[in-house]
C-alpha cells in the first residue's frame, strides 16, 4: 500500500509498505477512505516533535472502512464506517476513568497515531485500542462531514467544554485557523452573549465574517480596544487561545477581565512568560493542554442533528498519491487553502 513517511527532519516520502497486520486483540485494521493534513503533521516535518519516529506512517485525521477487527474489539465491525481519534487511550487506566484521555498510561496512550506508531496518510491504518478509538458514523453523515471529528474538531469541542462558557459571556477566541474555527463552531453551541474572533490573516477574518455573520472580528492590533468596547466588564469572560504565535499568549490573557477563565489550547514553539506580577489581582484561571478526545459519540450526534457543520473548512481535495501537492500547497498556504481533504489512491 501506499504510505506517506516521515524519514527525517524537513523529508517526508511517499513509499510502499506492506498492508498493517492486527497486533494485538484490541486493534482494528481501517481502509483510510478520507484523511486530512494537519498543522501538527508539519510540526513533525520540521523536527519538532522530538517523540516522532523517523520511519513511521504519518497522518492523524483520518475516516475509513473497518476492514478487520481483533477478536477484543466489541464496538465496531468489518464494514462499519468509522471515525479514527488522534489519541489511542485504555479506556480503564486512573486518567481514562476520569476522561483525561490525553494522560492515558498505556505505552500507545495519547497521541500515537502517525506520530510513534503508523498512521493514517495511507491506504490503511492499524488502530489499537479499536473500542476507544473508533466511532462509527452515523448513515447520512458524509465523509467529509466526519472527517474532523477525531482530532480538531475534538479540540475544539474540548476546548468549548472546559472553558464553561455560559450564556451571558463574552468568548473572545484568537486564532482561526483550522482548529480555531472548530473552536468557534463549538464555542457557538453555548450560546454566549457574544463571540469576539481574533485573526490577524486577513483571509482567515474574511472566511469567518462570510461564514459566521454574527460573530465579531477583530485582528491582534486592536484586539484589547475592540475587546473592552464590546464586553462588560473591562474584558472578555472566556478568552480561548488557538493561535500559538509569539505574542498571542501574553493577549489572551490581557484581553481577559478579572477572574475571567484563559484556555490555551495552543501549542506553541517557544516558552511563554507566566508575569505573575503583571496579573497580581486580576484572580484568572488558567487552563492548558491537549485534547481529551472523548467526545466524539457527541460530536457525531451533533453533526447528524446539523448542529455542527465543518464542511466549509474543505478548500482542497487530493488523492492519496498526489499528497505531495496537497503539502506543499497546505504548508505555504497557498490559494485561501484552509483544509485539504486527501481521498483514495487515483486508479
Ligand atoms: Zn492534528
Ligand atoms: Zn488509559
Known sequence: MLAYTYIEKGRFLMLEKPVPELKDPCDALVRVTLGSICTSDLHIKHGSVPRAVPGITVGHEMVGIVEQVGSGVTTVKPGDRVTVNVETFCGECFFCQKGYVNNCEDPDGGWALGCRIDGGQAEYVRVPHADQGLNRIPDGVTDEQALFVG????????????????????????????????????????????????????????????HYPDVEVTDPDNCLSFVKSHSEHGGADVVIEVAGADDTFRLAWEAA???????????????????????YGKNLTFKTGGVDGCDCAEILRLIAEGKIDTTPLITHRFPLDRIEEAYHIFENRLDGVIKIAITERSR
Open 151 to 210: 482530532d480538531i474538531l475534538a479540540t475544539g469541542f474540548w476546548a468549548a467544554r472546559i472553558s464553561e462558557i455560559t450564556p451571558d459571556d463574552t468568548v473572545l477566541i484568537i486564532g482561526a485557523g483550522p482548529t480555531g474555527i472548530c473552536t468557534l463552531l463549538c464555542a457557538m453551541l453555548k450560546h454566549p452573549r457574544r463571540i469576539i474572533v481574533c485573526e490577524k490573516s486577513e483571509q482567515r477574518a474574511r472566511f469567518v465574517r462570510a
Open 257 to 279: 477581565r478579572p477572574n475571567a477563565t484563559v484556555t490555551v489550547v495552543a501549542l506553541y514553539d517557544r516558552p511563554q512568560v507566566l508575569p505573575l506580577p503583571d496579573m
